[in-house]
């Protein structure tokens, strides 16, 4: 190819060839083998716009002027090195949506979309940095990473927190008494105050700030529900009644998130063969009366904890006075009937529950087929998952109806029987929850009893909506 000088006002034109630039043997109109540059990418004089980025830019490529990626053509922006670095002051506006799956920008602005990194929680990164965000597809929720675990957004680790308040049973005499403890530290448990009238086999849930006791014994059937504000010591005041059935009911499950209560099934004495499937709720921070939820997938006497999303109800006596193994789960912000979560790892009824925000675990009860066995059994799930529970390892001592509390650390169990019909003892027993272990004493109750209702300020439960 001849080499031409031209000036600067001299006209010239190329009909049907082509023009190389580095090479004598150009494969286009114009063909450009090397680097080009400018001195002004984004004026006049230089390259003003361009409508696709494809391929790789020389190593670290640094944008010394503001960038917009509009809604043109799009096509990867990428460097040798992984560095596309932005200077301070500089930002870049994505105008469409633009995916940007990893890096580090000081400032960006987002006009219409942006989709961050999701999937489920077996497709979490296995060494994810701390802050890290995601949208996890199996809690329906945002999650970030807190440097040591997951949590749902709005959660929180419980610092500054950590009362478990305990209401009600049976001494063997029923009594209103309400204690509770400081479940980060260890020692005996603390007069509370009252609820408005003596019973036993309440069941409690709580928001951060308020604990709530619905249903029982006294001796006849309770519906009411009650409420405390946790960090105040003080007696109960009525917050509402129970959705169904009127006569009231014992013995339920009993989770909470950080806006709704929820009770399901209990002991029924009209209801056939003894047994309620009935879940029902209330918005925590109200006062008024529960509202229909769903059922469970068959009535029976249970126990439940949760996670910010999950409620999870464990098995428990059924009709025909026989446990079931099964454990049911529902989804707290929505409506609706339970779902089979899976199996506890022994059959039991009158078991302990608790949870931080990752793992649930029930503590100790009793097995009636073929006899009345009370064990020390402690067992867990992971709560955002389906499946059987684990061994987790024993309590102190065998007992049932055994109240449960927790924050997102260290569970407690605390009271209890040791025997049928009862042998009451103060016992206070913990773990800690990431872990597996066997229980370590805590400290004492005020008094031997059983059946008491429990709550905290701090449980697995809050955070969700």
């Known amino acids: 190819m001849p080499s031409i000088r031209i000036g600067f006002t001299t006209d010239f034109n190329l009909v049907r060839e082509q023009v190389g630039i580095g090479t004598t043997l150009p494969t286009a109109r114009l063909d450009v083998r090397g680097q080009i540059l400018s001195d ?41 090195s992984g560095d596309i670095v932005i200077p301070s002051g500089k930002e870049i506006t994505v105008s469409s949506g633009t995916p940007i799956a990893a890096g580090r920008l000081d400032s960006l602005t987002v006009t219409n979309a942006f989709d961050l990194p999701h999937g489920g929680t077996l497709e979490r990164e296995e060494t994810p940095e701390k802050g890290s965000t995601r949208f996890n597809q199996d809690l329906g929720q945002l999650e970030f990473y807190t440097g040591t675990e997951w949590r749902t957004a709005a959660s929180y680790d419980g610092s500054g927190r950590g009362r478990g308040v305990f209401a009600g049973g049976n001494t063997p005499t029923v009594v209103s008494t309400i204690q509770y403890i400081n479940i980060s530290s260890l020692g005996n448990s603390q007069d509370f105050g009252s609820l408005t009238a003596s019973r036993v086999f309440t069941s409690g849930c709580s928001s951060s700030t308020r604990g709530l006791y619905g249903g029982g014994l006294n001796p006849a059937l309770v519906n009411i529900i009650e409420y405390i504000t946790i960090a105040s010591n003080s007696n109960s005041i009525d917050f509402g009644d129970l959705f169904s059935p009127a006569s009231g009911r014992y013995i339920s499950a009993s989770c909470s998130s950080s806006t709704r209560g929820i009770w399901a099934g209990g002991y029924v004495p009209a209801a056939p063969a003894g047994y309620s499937n009935v879940i029902d709720y209330v918005t925590i921070s109200t006062i008024g009366n529960a509202l229909d939820f769903g059922d469970l997938i068959i009535p029976k006497m249970t ?117 049928v019909p009862a042998s009451q003892v103060n016992t206070i027993d913990y773990v800690t929850i990431a872990s597996t272990g066997n229980a370590q004493d805590f400290g004492d109750l005020t008094s031997v009893i059983q059946g008491m209702g429990a709550c905290s300020d701090s449980h697995g439960g809050l955070g969700g909506f």
């Open 40 to 80: 002004n990418s984004a004026g006049s004089g230089g390259v003003s716009t361009i409508t696709r980025y494809d391929g790789f830019l020389n190593k670290e490529q640094r944008l010394a002027d503001n960038v917009s990626i509009g809604q043109t053509s799009k096509g990867n922006l990428n460097s040798i």
């Open 303 to 419: 126990s439940g904890f949760s996670s910010p999303t999950r409620g999870i109800f464990s098995g428990g006596y059924v009709p025909g006075s026989t446990i079931t193994q099964n454990m049911d789960f529902i989804t707290i912000s929505s409506t609706g009937n339970a779902v089979l979560f899976g199996e506890m790892n022994v059959r039991r009824s009158y078991s302990a529950s608790l949870s931080n925000s990752v793992r649930g675990i029930f503590g100790g009860g009793v097995i009636v087929t073929p006899s009345s066995v009370i064990v020390n059994t402690i067992d867990y799930v992971t709560i955002a998952s389906t499946g059987n529970a684990i061994s987790f390892g024993d309590m102190s001592q065998a007992r049932r109806l055994v109240a449960g509390s927790s924050t997102q650390i260290r569970g407690v169990f605390a009271g209890g029987g040791t025997s």
